[in-house]
């Protein structure tokens, strides 16, 4: 048989299952982080001494790599300032990360969302804006969360809402676009699942409006965890791979 179709199924009691992965973004999907992203960026566009946007603003562009948030809100701006901003907002999330015992909270019923879902035999992946060192200090905060075959972060390659983070994180679980779920809050997260061809699934408690996520492509908008654990194993079955 074909190694690839090999990497890509399961033998379950002699019959060969497809795989089902299930990606999520974190900020405004599994994690409440937009006050402190809001009160870095603020902070950040102040230091350098240009007009502080407006927590609406900031909270547009929550889900984009950093560089480009930041050049999507600053307008017309030099490559030196734009990366002297990129550069203060970092300080100061490092700072605000290690003055505080606790990271960032989950939304409420994510963990059981995810312990769930990993029982009933989904992969589960991770795609998003964050760097890869901000990232394991969040799952490091939150230890035991869930465990994650494949992740796509910021300093993979270029940001959503282009293709290429979903494909990575598809390509190393080993799972077809058919067989994928993206779940997440943000216009950004919707179009780079339509542009795969994956399943685009909106969060309704995130950054970005219900109106706007199916704007984008959503095929459905979810109001909780619950409801979207209910969703995907409707939509996305597993056929009981344990």
């Given at each position: 048989m074909d190694s690839a179709i090999c990497h890509r199924c399961k033998v379950n009691w002699g019959k060969i299952v497809a795989l089902k992965l299930v990606v999520f973004d974190i900020d405004g999907t599994l994690v409440d982080s937009a006050s402190t992203i809001i009160r870095c960026m603020s902070s950040a566009f102040s230091e350098s001494g240009r007009d502080v946007p407006s927590a609406e603003a900031i909270r547009g562009i929550i889900g984009l790599s950093l560089p480009e948030a930041v050049g999507h809100i600053?307008?017309?701006?030099?490559?030196?300032?734009?990366?002297?901003?990129v550069a203060?907002?970092?300080?100061?999330?490092?700072?605000?990360?290690?003055?505080?015992?606790?990271?960032?909270?989950?939304?409420?019923?994510?963990?059981?969302?995810?312990?769930?879902?990993?029982?009933?035999?989904?992969?589960?992946?991770?795609?998003?804006g964050k760097s890869r060192r901000g990232l394991d200090a969040l799952l490091r905060g939150h230890d035991g969360m869930a465990?994650?075959?494949?992740?796509?972060?910021?300093d993979d390659g270029p940001g959503k809402p282009h293709p290429f983070m979903l494909e990575k994180v598809m390509?190393?679980?080993?799972?077809?676009?058919?067989?994928?779920?993206?779940?997440?809050d943000a216009v950004y997260d919707m179009q780079m699942a339509r542009a795969v061809g994956t399943?685009?699934?909106?969060?309704?408690?995130?950054?970005?409006?219900?109106?706007?996520?199916?704007a984008?492509?959503?095929?459905?908008?979810?109001?909780?965890?619950?409801?979207?654990?209910?969703?995907l194993r409707r939509a996305l079955p597993t056929e009981g791979v344990s």
């Open positions: 600053a307008g017309a701006i030099s490559p030196q300032e734009l990366g002297a901003i203060s907002y970092k300080s100061l999330y490092l700072l605000d990360r290690e003055s505080r015992s606790e990271p960032d909270a989950l939304f409420d019923g994510a963990r059981v969302c995810l312990s769930g879902l990993e029982a009933d035999g989904y992969l589960l992946g991770i795609a998003t465990r994650f075959v494949a992740i796509g972060t910021a390509t190393e679980a080993g799972v077809m676009p058919e067989d994928t779920a993206m779940i997440g399943l685009a699934v909106g969060v309704a408690w995130g950054n970005h409006t219900a109106e706007a996520l199916y984008a492509g959503a095929q459905t908008v979810v109001p909780s965890f619950a409801a979207l654990t209910t969703w």
